[in-house]
């Protein structure tokens, strides 16, 4: 029985230390991407029409040019592409207005003919 026990608790021993040992290489402070590859969400209307994926968070600077109807406009960015964005009317946009300058954040929405933003977030540049 000893012979038995003598050798179970080392081999227990072993395994537990085999257990905790992490890989070694790796750097666990933060989380990341895979390196090499441009994950960069795009930051300007041409850039989300042509390199956008559905449901990516985009943000943009440029104006509210024209009304489309129920919650829909045109935006206008500041090198003069456009995109249609959705305003949710559950939130007061009041504090933009039209051709004011302003920073929108939202979701891309890319359907099979049509590519839009649904507006998280909208706030007014000074310049």
Not at 45 to 57: C, E, F, P, R, T
Not at 80 to 85: H, K
Not at 102 to 126: N, Q, W
Request: proline share 6%; with cysteine; net charge negative.
């Amino acid at each position: 029985m000893k012979k038995i026990v003598l050798t179970v608790i080392p081999a227990c021993l072993l395994a537990s230390a085999v257990a905790f040992a992490g890989p070694s290489g790796f750097d666990r402070t933060a989380p990341q991407g895979p390196q090499g590859f441009n994950n960069a969400a795009p930051n300007t209307v041409a850039g989300v029409l042509s390199n956008g994926h559905d449901d990516q968070i985009v943000t943009l600077e440029g104006r509210l040019t024209n009304y489309l109807g129920h919650d829909r406009y045109e935006f206008t960015d500041n090198a003069g592409d456009r995109i249609e964005v959705e305003l949710d009317d559950d939130r007061n946009w009041s504090h933009i207005g039209k051709d004011m300058p302003i920073r929108i954040t939202g979701e891309i929405d890319k359907d099979l003919l049509s590519t839009s933003l649904d507006v998280f977030d909208a706030t007014p540049l000074t310049k």
